[in-house]
């Protein structure tokens, strides 16, 4: 499948051949919303502590005598029935995390890759070198190409002054070919691509590579 390729400008800069395996696929729409859930779990740092009544600091004398009072018995005000003390089946650190099949990951990022194609959101460009890394001169390229909500997927090629002049702009931003995930792509209305990130996307979802 053929669809042409333009210029930061918006400019014809001819075609490129795409695999329909990556992305003409009927989308698996579950599988994106696992793996969302699943990089949105990774990012929890998981740091929620309680203090439980061996944490906090309270004395230790009993409250008072064990029989005779018309209370209840009591030892320490470090229970949890008290004010100050512990708590009682609070939260404690742990990783939020789970696994997800790397096939499950593949077929998500080939259901992003096409429904961005079905919606035409989907832009491959020639290449992300502009001549300014001023922000103002960044915003007058991408207004003429009609770039106003964009995740660009750099190839590695020589593009700091875009990435530079994006850095100030807050629907606009460029990710490595290796770090392109699902999450990213979904935040974004277009998703631009190069001539080299397509070439790297194509042999990573292919050949079964590891995504995100």
């Avoid at 750099?154 to 850095?167: E, H, I, L, M």
């Avoid at 490595?176 to 995930?181: A, I, S, T």
């Avoid at 699902?182 to 194509?202: F, P």
């Amino acid at each position: 499948m053929k669809i042409p390729v333009i210029k930061l400008t918006g400019d014809a800069a001819g075609e490129i051949d795409l695999a329909e395996e990556v992305f003409c696929i009927e989308p698996r729409n579950e599988c994106v919303a696992d793996v969302v859930r699943w990089q949105l779990a990774k990012r929890q740092t998981g740091a929620h502590s309680t203090k439980d009544r061996g944490d906090v600091s309270r004395t230790t004398k009993k409250l008072f005598r064990q029989k005779g009072t018309g209370h209840a018995r009591h030892g320490a005000k470090t229970a949890n029935i008290f004010v100050g003390g512990g708590v009682c089946f609070g939260p404690v650190p742990r990783s939020h995390s789970f696994k997800i099949n790397k096939k499950v990951r593949q077929l998500a990022m080939k259901s992003l890759l096409s429904i961005k194609m079905r919606e035409n959101r989907l832009i491959v460009c020639e290449t992300l070198q502009v001549e300014s890394g001023k922000t103002k001169d960044l915003l007058a390229i991408l207004g003429s190409g009609g770039f106003s909500s964009a995740l660009f997927v750099d190839d590695g090629g020589d593009c700091g002054n875009f990435r530079s002049a994006c850095s100030n702009l807050y629907h606009v931003d460029v990710v490595p070919v290796v770090g392109f995930n699902v999450y990213d792509g979904l935040r974004h209305e277009k998703v631009v691509l190069t001539r080299g990130s397509v070439d790297s996307l194509q042999r990573r979802l292919l050949d079964g590579s590891n995504v995100a």
